[in-house]
């Protein structure tokens, strides 16, 4: 019994939300929106070195992203001898595949790429919740239904953290930020071992 | 009237750019190449890659080396903006990726296989290959242009066309291979230089 209510208990803490695990302090001063500054130039091609680091293999190519219009943006691989392994069009409710390499054609890894990618390119959020720690403004927002922490750090993007069930379960990471320009950027699963590590190569 | 002149005069030399061959001229080349196969047993050559989608503003453009030697060794090493070397030898690929080593391929690279077997083979000559590909010969101002439509099924999902482009010696020039998209990778050789030299030790990674 008392086991039971040991677990219970721990079930419970495990069942907490992230923000409160992290202690962070509810802010409701801000608006009901807010940006995501990166991707959201139609005039620029975003280009990055990509390094794939999945289990135990290894792969390299360019990630290619374009803002075509305000609700549609491109997402392209190709490796670095050009040829295209897969091309993807996110629209505001909408995600399609262009073109994909046969050996890549799995639906769980489309699946994961589609909503690391929708970090990444989605620009206008709302805001769930508004919370401060340290030098951190953390907005919180839900992006496929899933809860997201936004974390600006004197009103620059360093970080977004996906969790779920008070666990981080994908880190992404934002560095040598430069004219709303991330220059380096990781997604980091902490479920499977996957990272993927991109660096700018149009400066 | 006078934009008229121009947009005409624009028009008959773009035509005039590109005639088809005729079939003494497209046997004439065949041999030409086949000729200049058989002399080279080297190649050293800077080369610029052009990577065109058609949703971006402006072509992706990477530059580097290309060596090959007879028979089969090639080695493209990619210098700007990044350091990348991809090196065929014994039907296997080793990548060196800004130092970092690998072995391992994913099947894309077949595709690579194939362009690099396609280079080899414009090199050797015995690219002509009517059973794998529908070929048709162009004339332009100086050059040639050889356009490859493969047969197979299976590439043409990926390839819908190789476009070469010869100089009057039978060397090649360019090699543009089009995506079924219209997307398309084209890779540009300059300061080529034919039989100098090379020692295996270039082509290790």
Same mark, same amino acid.
């Given at each position: 019994?008392?086991?039971?209510?040991?677990?219970?208990?721990?079930?419970?803490?495990?069942?907490?939300?992230?923000?409160?695990?992290?202690?962070?302090?509810?802010?409701?001063?801000?608006?009901?929106?807010?940006?995501?500054?990166?991707?959201?130039?139609?005039?620029?091609?975003?280009?990055?070195?990509?390094?794939?680091?999945?289990?135990?293999?290894?792969?390299?190519?360019?990630?290619?992203?374009?803002?075509?219009?305000?609700?549609?943006?491109?997402?392209?691989?190709?490796?670095?001898?050009?040829?295209?392994?897969?091309?993807?069009?996110?629209?505001?409710?909408?995600?399609?595949?262009?073109?994909?390499?046969?050996?890549?054609?799995?639906?769980?890894?489309?699946?994961?790429?589609?909503?690391?990618?929708?970090?990444?390119?989605?620009?206008?959020?709302?805001?769930?919740?508004?919370?401060?720690?340290?030098?951190?403004?953390?907005?919180?927002?839900?992006?496929?239904?899933?809860?997201?922490?936004?974390?600006?750090?004197?009103?620059?993007?360093?970080?977004?953290?996906?969790?779920?069930?008070?666990?981080?379960?994908?880190?992404?990471?934002?560095?040598?930020?430069?004219?709303?320009?991330?220059?380096?950027?990781?997604?980091?699963?902490?479920?499977?071992?996957?990272?993927?590590?991109?660096?700018?190569?149009?400066? | 009237?006078?934009?008229?002149?121009?947009?005409?005069?624009?028009?008959?030399?773009?035509?005039?750019?590109?005639?088809?061959?005729?079939?003494?001229?497209?046997?004439?080349?065949?041999?030409?190449?086949?000729?200049?196969?058989?002399?080279?047993?080297?190649?050293?050559?800077?080369?610029?890659?052009?990577?065109?989608?058609?949703?971006?503003?402006?072509?992706?453009?990477?530059?580097?080396?290309?060596?090959?030697?007879?028979?089969?060794?090639?080695?493209?090493?990619?210098?700007?903006?990044?350091?990348?070397?991809?090196?065929?030898?014994?039907?296997?690929?080793?990548?060196?990726?800004?130092?970092?080593?690998?072995?391992?391929?994913?099947?894309?690279?077949?595709?690579? +296989?194939?362009?690099?077997?396609?280079? &080899?083979?414009?090199? @050797?000559?015995?690219?002509?290959?009517? %059973? #794998? =590909? /529908? $070929?048709?010969?162009?004339?332009?101002? +100086?050059?040639?242009?050889?356009?490859? &439509?493969?047969?197979? @099924?299976?590439?043409?999902?990926?390839? %819908? #066309? =190789? /476009? $070469?482009?010869?100089?009057?010696?039978?060397?090649?020039?360019?090699?543009?291979? &089009?995506?079924?998209?219209?997307?398309?990778?084209?890779?540009?050789?300059?300061?080529?230089?034919?039989?100098?030299?090379?020692?295996?030790?270039?082509?290790?990674?």
């Amino acid at each position: 019994m008392r086991y039971l209510l040991i677990s219970f208990c721990v079930l419970l803490v495990s069942c907490g939300s992230y923000s409160k695990k992290q202690n962070f302090q509810l802010d409701n001063s801000a608006s009901k929106k807010f940006e995501n500054p990166y991707f959201s130039d139609e005039t620029k091609d975003y280009v990055y070195k990509a390094t794939i680091d999945v289990y135990d293999n290894s792969f390299g190519g360019l990630l290619i992203i374009k803002k075509i219009t305000d609700k549609e943006h491109r997402i392209a691989f190709t490796t670095e001898m050009g040829n295209k392994m897969f091309d993807f069009t996110f629209t505001e409710d909408e995600f399609k595949v262009n073109f994909i390499l046969d050996e890549l054609d799995k639906k769980m890894l489309i699946n994961i790429l589609k909503k690391d990618f929708k970090v990444l390119i989605t620009e206008n959020l709302s805001v769930s919740n508004l919370y401060s720690e340290n030098n951190n403004r953390i907005f919180e927002t839900l992006i496929y239904n899933k809860n997201h922490y936004y974390y600006f750090n004197r009103n620059q993007l360093t970080q977004v953290i996906k969790a779920k069930n008070g666990k981080e379960k994908v880190a992404f990471l934002f560095t040598d930020i430069n004219n709303n320009i991330a220059n380096k950027i990781s997604i980091k699963h902490n479920n499977i071992k996957l990272e993927i590590k991109l660096k700018s190569i149009i400066r | 009237m006078r934009n008229l002149v121009y947009l005409f005069l624009f028009l008959t030399i773009s035509i005039q750019s590109q005639t088809k061959m005729s079939s003494s001229e497209a046997h004439a080349l065949k041999s030409l190449v086949k000729e200049q196969a058989l002399t080279t047993k080297t190649i050293f050559s800077d080369f610029t890659q052009y990577k065109h989608l058609d949703f971006l503003t402006n072509d992706i453009i990477t530059k580097g080396k290309l060596a090959f030697k007879t028979p089969n060794l090639v080695k493209w090493e990619y210098t700007e903006p990044y350091k990348y070397t991809v090196l065929f030898k014994n039907e296997t690929l080793y990548i060196n990726d800004e130092g970092k080593k690998n072995e391992v391929d994913i099947g894309s690279n077949k595709l690579f +296989k194939q362009l690099n077997s396609l280079i &080899i083979n414009s090199i @050797k000559g015995d690219m002509f290959d009517d %059973d #794998a =590909f /529908h $070929i048709m010969y162009y004339k332009t101002d +100086k050059n040639s242009l050889v356009h490859f &439509i493969p047969k197979d @099924k299976k590439s043409s999902k990926y390839i %819908d #066309a =190789f /476009h $070469i482009t010869f100089n009057a010696k039978g060397d090649v020039l360019e090699v543009k291979m &089009i995506e079924p998209s219209r997307d398309f990778t084209k890779i540009v050789f300059t300061n080529k230089e034919l039989n100098k030299p090379l020692s295996d030790a270039v082509f290790t990674n």
